[in-house]
């Protein structure tokens, strides 16, 4: 996928979808520790380009995931759901002879 920003700020993707997060929103929004989500539990993040990181490698392990982000007192002020998982390369299944 190619995200393309133009000088007019309009973004445009190209191959595949994306979804924009405005951090300048989360800030205001006072977001300041991020948590994501698995069937394998929850783990949290000062870091949003961590938490962001996160998330695709539970996609690539083929785990939907949750990103929340949360306020000093541990409210969330944004959530994000992620259940595309992402097509990978299948190896073939061998046929049986006839």
């Known amino acids: 996928m190619i995200v393309l920003k133009r000088t007019s700020g309009e973004i445009e993707v190209y191959g595949g979808e994306a979804v924009l997060i405005s951090e300048d929103l989360l800030l205001k929004r006072g977001a300041q520790l991020f948590g ?3 069937s394998e539990g929850e783990e949290i993040y000062e870091d949003l ?4 990181t996160a998330i695709v490698y539970a996609q690539i392990l083929g785990l939907p995931a949750t990103l ?3 306020d000093r007192e541990m409210l969330p002020v ?3 759901e992620v259940n595309h998982v992402p097509d990978l390369p299948q190896r ?3 046929r ?3």
């Open 36 to 38: 994501v989500t698995t």
């Open 49 to 52: 380009h961590l938490a962001l």
């Open 68 to 70: 929340t982000a949360y």
């Open 78 to 80: 944004y959530t994000l």
């Open 92 to 94: 073939p299944t061998p």
């Open 96 to 98: 049986p002879s006839t």
